[in-house]
């Protein structure tokens, strides 16, 4: 069975090697789609998605705070911190490592925008040195209307971690994106920016790592969409990602103690709520060590060679969001690469996932792109016509083809046997969401980089 599974592998890369996407234009696609989950005030905005408008204008706080701005989480209107934290932080993680990437098609610029559209809103939500605001909007409310973002009227629900409700998952994940994106911002020569991100990072971190706790036992409307298994995969991440903006020893340090004492290493995978790999690739890239190196280079062999494959070549680690999280161990493994881990071997098995989602199994799973793309992405905003048409769950029943494009939204994907049904009810297979796209545009920045 090995042997055949290494001769799949092969088969899967070669196949890669010759297949030809665009990588340029799914990636400047894929930012389209980041424009197109914002919130708040868009008037103004230098956008190219014109369907979407103002929404959300009134989010505050429980003492009045603005809470406008951040990212709707997928095809609703919440907006999840804990994911949105993530989807920052991987953001940077590519604008700063595949820079070249983004510089190639002209969109380098437009990358950093991105990100500042979330950390302007953590900025906001982060309204003293031990208190953030973590959700805004009541998850079920919200999944019980199907309808435009401007045109909502449900309760928009402000909730936060504090030192009496903590939140360290959430807490360190939003200092590990706010110092991320301080190294996005120093390297754009925005000094000012820089480093009032780095402090907002340190306030953070140290909230996190002084009154423990998970955020979903805090902001308990999270558990059903977001629950957080446990926060000690985020207090090293976040110490990783402040020693890198900063090269102050002690977060170095404290990420390898944590490292250590938690026994995070490899855990289920690299995603919204496990850090434990990219916590292992980052260890790697800044102290070359050796433990860190094999952890990683056992974890990327046995996803090239041995684990489950569809008969298409998709690496199947689960069934929600199947393509997700291919992506997102893929461009883990791009990391190792760059490191000189066997490199051609990760890389050609990263461009065969991102070939899959792309068109390779005879269809795209990127809406707006390729071959047979998506239609019926699980997405209220894309599905309804323009104002004032009537929008609701008649919409949500119906047949026809969503009304906007949703360029760039990469879907769930498809099941263990590449079985996949592009109709808006099926949110296993066909949602999108914000950290769907942030490892899937980080392994197409570092394809384009690399000259595919």
């Given at each position: ?29 894929s ?18 998605v ?6 959300a ?41 595949y820079?070249d990437?983004?510089?190639k098609?002209?969109w ?12 302007d809103y953590f ?8 208190e ?24 928009r ?13 959430l ?14 911002f120093?390297?754009?020569g ?9 402090q907002?990072a340190k ?15 805090s ?7 977001y629950?957080?298994?446990?926060y000690?995969?985020e207090?090293?991440w976040?110490?990783?990602w402040?020693?890198r903006?900063?090269?102050?020893q ?17 855990r ?14 980052m ?13 990683l280079e056992?974890?990327c ?39 000189g ?5 990760y ?17 795209s ?11 019926h992405e ?8 323009n ?14 083809a ?8 990469l879907?769930?994907g498809?099941?263990a ?11 296993t ?7 769907y ?16």
């Amino acid at each position: 069975m090995k042997s055949f599974t290494f001769v799949l592998a092969f088969v899967v890369a070669l196949a890669a090697v010759h297949a030809n996407y665009d990588y340029g234009e799914a990636l400047w696609k894929s930012l389209l789609f980041y424009q197109a989950q914002r919130s708040g005030k868009l008037s103004g905005m230098n956008s190219l998605v014109s369907w979407r408008k103002d929404s959300a204008l009134h989010d505050r706080g429980q003492n009045g705070e603005d809470l406008t701005g951040g990212y709707y989480d997928a095809g609703d209107f919440v907006k999840f911190g804990f994911p949105m934290a993530y989807t920052i932080t991987v953001l940077s993680w590519s604008t700063i490592d595949y820079a070249d990437g983004y510089s190639k098609i002209g969109w380098l610029e437009e990358a950093r925008n991105a990100i500042k559209w979330g950390t302007d809103y953590f900025i906001k939500a982060h309204v003293s040195k031990n208190e953030f605001y973590g959700q805004v909007g009541i998850g079920q409310e919200d999944h019980n209307y199907w309808g435009r973002p401007e045109d909502m009227t449900e309760s928009r629900t402000a909730y936060k971690i504090d030192a009496s409700h903590p939140g360290s998952d959430l807490a360190a994940e939003t200092a590990a994106a706010l110092a991320a994106a301080s190294v996005v911002f120093r390297k754009a020569g925005d000094t000012n920016y820089a480093n009032t991100l780095l402090q907002h990072a340190k306030d953070l971190y140290n909230f996190a790592d002084t009154y423990r706790g998970k955020y979903s036992d805090s902001i308990t409307d999270a558990k059903n969409f977001y629950s957080s298994y446990d926060y000690t995969d985020e207090l090293v991440w976040g110490a990783i990602w402040i020693y890198r903006a900063s090269n102050d020893q002690k977060y170095l340090t404290k990420a390898e103690q944590y490292y250590n004492s938690f026994n995070i290493q490899y855990r289920t995978g690299f995603g919204w709520d496990d850090k434990s790999l990219g916590a292992t690739a980052m260890l790697m890239k800044l102290t070359k060590g050796s433990t860190y190196k094999n952890v990683l280079e056992n974890f990327c062999n046995n996803l090239v060679y041995s684990q489950q494959k569809t008969p298409k070549g998709l690496a199947f680690l689960g069934e929600w969001g199947s393509i997700r999280n291919s992506l997102n161990v893929a461009y883990i493994c791009m990391q190792a690469a760059d490191e000189g881990i066997n490199s051609a071997t990760y890389r050609n098995f990263a461009k065969s996932q991102m070939d899959y989602a792309l068109g390779s199994a005879g269809r795209s799973y990127v809406v707006g792109f390729g071959s047979n793309p998506p239609t019926h992405e699980h997405h209220r905003a894309a599905s309804c016509p323009n104002a004032p048409a009537a929008c609701d769950w008649n919409t949500f029943n119906g047949g026809q083809a969503n009304y906007h494009v949703l360029y760039g939204a990469l879907v769930g994907g498809p099941d263990a046997n590449d079985n996949y049904n592009d109709v808006r009810n099926d949110a296993t297979h066909n949602e999108v969401a914000c950290d769907y796209n942030a490892a899937f545009q980080g392994v197409l920045a570092g394809l384009k980089k690399l000259g595919y």
